[in-house]
Structures are given as C-alpha cells and as structure tokens.
C-alpha cells in the first residue's frame, strides 16, 4: 500500500499534537526502576507492569490482562501486560512486541545525570530504559492514540504483548507462549526492540546472530607442583589453555573454527571511523577478520573469550597450576544451528588439545539465530510505511547480538511474518550508562507504526 502525502501529513500532525504526553508518559516509566536481574527489587517490576497496562487500557485497548508463567526453576515468572482488540471479520491480527523491564544502570558515576530520572538535553531524552524498551512501549501506545486521535479503529486485531523479564533472558517467555498461545496468536508480529540505522534513515533489522557459550577446561596435573623442581618439561594449565585459546582464530583475526559458517555480506556497511568510534577501540589496535566490517558484526561467526578461571595474580605461587578453565561465548550467523555450532566448537577444542592436555567442553547457553525472509507482504508493508514516515527508504541491518526469544516466538507462531524494528540509533548506548532516545526519531516511529497498521488492514 502506498500512503498518499496528505494521510501521512494528517497523521503526523496528530503525532505531533499527542507527542507531549507520549513523552511525559515515558518519562514516566523510566521513573520506575523496573530492573528485572534477579538481585534486584522485583517490586518495581511489578509497578511498571501496572503503569503499562494503565497506558494500554487508556489508549483505547478492551481487553488488558497482567499475565505471568511459570519459570523451569518452578518460580514465578515476571508480569507481561497482554492487552488484546479482536480483528474485524476477515482481517489479519498483528502482535505488538516490547518489553518494560530494564538492565541495571551500572556504575552510577559513569553516567552524566540520575539513570531512573529522566533528562532531555537536545533532541535526546536520557535515562535507563528511555531507550530499551521503554521507548518501544510508547511506539505502540502512541500509533494506537495517534489513530483514535484521527477516530480510526485499526482494521487489524492488535495484540500488544509486553514482557517483564527480557533482559533478564526471558526465563518463562516459552512457558508464556505456551499457557497463551491462542491470546497471543497472530498473523504479523512485530518486535520493537531493535534500532534503526542512523537519525534519519530508518531499518528494518532482518537478520539477528545466535549464540552458543559453554565451559572449555584444560587438565595437565592431578595437583599443583614446585615450578622450580618440575618447570620446564611439562607446561602450566594455563600456558596449555591460552595455547588453546590462540587456535580459535587464524593470523588475521578470522574465526578459525571449521564448521562455523557465515551468512551472505550484508547490503549496508559500517564505516571503521564509526566502528572505531562507537566500539572505543583504541588508537593503534588493528581490526580483526576479513570482509566488510557489518558482515563481520552480523553475518559472520563470532568467538569472544569472557572469563578464565586461572590462578589470580594476588594468590601467584611457584606452582605449576594443574587446571584452567575458560568461558566462550559464541555468536553464530543465520542459518547455523546453534546445536552444529557447538559440535563444531567442541570438535576443534578436542583436536586442538596441546600437547595432549584433556580438553573438556561443559555446554552452556543456545540461542537460535534470525534470518528474515527478503521479501513478504509483512515486509513490504513496513517498507512503504518507514518511507513514508521518514521519507527516505529503509536499509535492512543485522546485529551482532541476539533476541533469544525471537526464535521462541517463530516456533510457537511458525507461519506469523516477524518484523523487527526499534527505536534506537546509534548513539542509544542501551544497555550502557547515558542511554538515551532521539525524540525526533520516536516521532518517526509513532508514524511509521500507524501507517504500518493501516498497510496491514488494506492487504
Ligand atoms: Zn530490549
């Protein structure tokens, strides 16, 4: 559907018209410090839920529930606002995808002003969540105000599902899926939770790297001997593990592991100044791997070493140490499974034992990788209606990081379309300290999102 110049402008004057109180709204819920990591207070998660579904119930939405399931741990998990508009007869249902809990903000000293006090400095509200995903909620709570606005009921059915533990790893978000599978069923699916390009040109996020991590450990000696009487034929456990660690990846930094494939080059690069820049690497450090700098962040695998377990340097002795151990952590591009990754991973440890250590691999985490299709009449939709909202096409981007429960959602729903859109830019630094919105993008999005609606009823 192509949106005429005078409905996109009715609809952004309106946008603009409500976009006061879609920014006090969210100013708002980054006051509720809804850090849902377990060593926080789950109160205030609970307190966000509430302030969500207040948000949803007055945006016009019948039906608003605060739903929770179990955990496997058997705890309970955090509270998901479901709020629900029947489809008009024959039309399709869209699910509206963000989430209202938080990271924790980290050293308060690293960030310019309070994390849970909202401040806008420029065209850029800063706060924790202002971004991620607090900003997501207010996407769909303000496209669904901007059409009652205009007296239009969205042709679709809406479902706006809102989870409370995301950043915690979504630990009941399958159980959720599953107690409320016919609730939450759809056609359309779209995850708020991603970021556009850059101000001003917005993306549709197609594809999203999987992850596997897990325990290497390297054995040598049943005990810990004198390193003087027993030094030199035999190496340490740690020299052994970092030996080890060096064979994952080749001399120019490529991912050496056989069996960890990429995908296609992506169609957008990142420039290196910006990656240089945006990843603080400093001056001097050469880039690692080959190919352009977004395949390398998106399409192609990843292996980052985050932790060892080693004797620390306070509690050095003159010992030969018997054991050392290490976390990998693996990002995988689409189309690998997380399960052939690991068995690749696993494969070349074992092969690669130095000088026949025992090498033993302890499995961890998996997440499936996204891969969008390149074209679909979900697709197309979106499309046309970020044009129309930017007035400039979108590019599709992958990152690097993984939305676990993408993959959880495609399995409950496998014949719903997923577009995977954002708020964020560049410069969001969600889940960093000074995390912040562009409230000229965010208006860009209320748009974009009603049109999207709109396009979705006429198919
Ligand atoms: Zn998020």
Known sequence: MTHTESDVAALRAHVDELFPAVQADLEALVRIPSVSASAFDPAHVETSAKAVATLLRDAGMPEVQILRSERPDGEPGAPAVVARRPAPEGAPTV???????????????????????????????FGRGAADDKAGVMAHVGALRALAALGEEPGVGVTVFVEGEEEAGSPSFSRFLADHHELLAADVIVVADSTNWKVGVPALTTSLRGL?????????????????????????????????????????????????????????????????????????????????????????????VIGVDATD??????????????????????????????????????????????????????GKAFGAPDDSEAMRAARSAFAAAWGTDPVDIGVGGSIPFIADLLEAFPEAAVLVTGVEDPDSRAHGANESVHLGELRKVLVAEALLLRGLAAR
Do not use: C
């Open 95 to 125: 699910l509206l995808y963000a989430h209202h809990d938080v990271q924790p903000p980290g050293d308060p000293a690293t960030w310019d002003t309070e994390p849970f006090e909202p401040v806008q400095r420029g065209e850029r509200l």
């Open 313 to 366: 340097v306070a509690h050095a002795s003159n010992t030969l140490a018997p054991r050392a151990a290490a976390k990998l952590s693996v990002r995988i591009p689409p189309g690998l499974a997380p399960q052939a990754a690991e068995d690749a991973l696993q494969a070349h440890l074992t092969a690669h034992a130095p000088f026949g250590a025992r090498v033993t691999w302890t499995p961890g985490e998996q």
């Open 212 to 304: 596997v991590d897990g325990v290497v450990s390297v054995d040598v000696l049943d005990h810990a001997v004198h390193s003087g009487m027993f030094g030199g034929p035999v190496l340490d456990a740690n020299l052994l593990l970092a030996r080890l660690l060096a064979t994952l990846h080749d001399d120019a930094g490529n991912v050496a592991v056989e069996g960890l494939t990429s995908a296609a080059e992506p169609d957008v690069d990142y420039a290196e100044a910006d990656f240089r820049a945006d990843s603080s690497v400093l001056d001097g450090v050469e880039l690692a791997g080959e190919g352009t700098i977004a395949g390398r962040m998106w399409t192609k695998p990843a292996v980052a």
